[in-house]
């Protein structure tokens, strides 16, 4: 059975990080792109970043630019979301996927997880 499992979502205060993981099973990311979205409350899901299958591209919406990275490890079928500097207006369901671009024509999502950025 193939699947997306996103782990590392939580409770966060302002200005602190999380690390989010995204590590496949039953098939191989290394021919992947493999984006990040959110979802928040009451607000239609959308793109946070991208990362290429090889790694070597990269690339962030505006809102989280500067404070999100994402890398990846093909070696552990794992793609990674560094968050730091999280503001409130980061919470959302944090979603991945095998592809980029807008999310109306992604067609595969794993389940996501939880971050809440609150005092």
């Known amino acids: 059975q193939l699947q997306l499992v996103e782990s590392g979502g939580g409770l966060v205060q302002p200005g602190g990080s999380l690390r989010l993981s995204c590590t496949a099973s039953?098939?191989?990311?290394?021919?992947?792109?493999i984006g990040w979205f959110r979802q928040a409350p009451g607000k239609e899901r959308e793109g946070v970043s991208c990362?290429?299958?090889?790694?070597?591209?990269?690339n962030y919406a505006d809102s989280v630019k500067g404070r999100f990275t994402i890398s990846r490890d093909n070696a552990k079928n794992t793609v990674y979301l560094q968050m730091n500097s999280l503001k409130p207006e980061d919470t959302a369901v944090y979603y991945c996927?095998?592809?980029?671009?807008?999310?109306?024509?992604?067609?595969?999502w794993s389940k996501g997880t939880l971050v809440t950025v609150s005092s």
């Open positions: 996927a095998p592809a980029c671009g807008l999310p109306s024509n992604i067609n595969y």
């Open positions: 039953g098939f191989t990311l290394d021919h992947y792109a």
């Open positions: 990362i290429s299958s090889s790694g070597g591209n990269t």
